[in-house]
């Protein structure tokens, strides 16, 4: 798992504590602690899920279905309270890095409430990095992918946000992309995961390259040879 505080990856070793149950069902805190020597911070989640106890240690577990799958129906983060996703890259503009990192911070709350702020995020981005004129966010999505701007796994995977999101069934989330609407199952991350690839796209590489091409230039310049156009 990747350290909410840090954001270094480690081998996730938890410890349960177990609480009250209600009509829900058990709950419990699932604690970490980020071995990062440079962070060493404890990560809280409470979770709702099916627990049993070793008889030889008296610790709890989580009980795995018949795939091997943990029976957790509810996991939510509590300390730290934020984004466990990656930082906005200092390249992409001020207003859609706002909406993102929102996004992010209402996501374990309010996965419509994200959804709507991660749609227009997308919106801005297209409008302003891939020079989509103004519509509805459904066509701007299509323009996109008829401009042949992007490479194949962007295409699958901003496409796939019309098909996740379910829009010919919640007409909204494409007429009015800020509207709070319900979700289908993993679409506020999807959202999200679609903006990072569209940020590393858009923003980080152009960037990276000019500063290649600058670097490369100077060189050339020094040493009197003609430079790249």
Partial sequence: MKCPHCLVEFHDEKEITILEGD????????????????????????????????????????????????????????????????????????????????????????????????????????????GIKKGNLANEIQDVLDSNQLPSYLYESIDAIRNIGNFAAHPLKSTSSEQIVDVEAGEAEWNLEVLEMLFDFYYVQPQKTKQRRDALNKKLGDIGKPTMK
């Fill in 23 to 130: 009509i829900q069902g058990q709950w419990a805190i699932e604690t970490y602690i980020c071995p990062n020597p440079n962070c060493k911070k404890s990560i809280y989640y409470l979770i709702n899920a099916k627990l049993s106890q070793s008889r030889n240690t008296y610790r709890w577990n989580i009980i795995l279905d018949s795939k091997g799958e943990e029976q957790v129906f509810k996991r939510e983060l509590v300390r730290p309270k934020g984004s466990s996703r990656p930082p906005v890259p200092k390249e992409v503009p001020t207003d859609i890095a706002e909406d993102y990192t929102e996004a992010c911070l209402v996501l374990p709350d309010s996965p419509k409430a994200s959804a709507a702020l991660s749609r227009r995020a997308l919106q801005h981005l297209l409008r302003q990095a891939a």
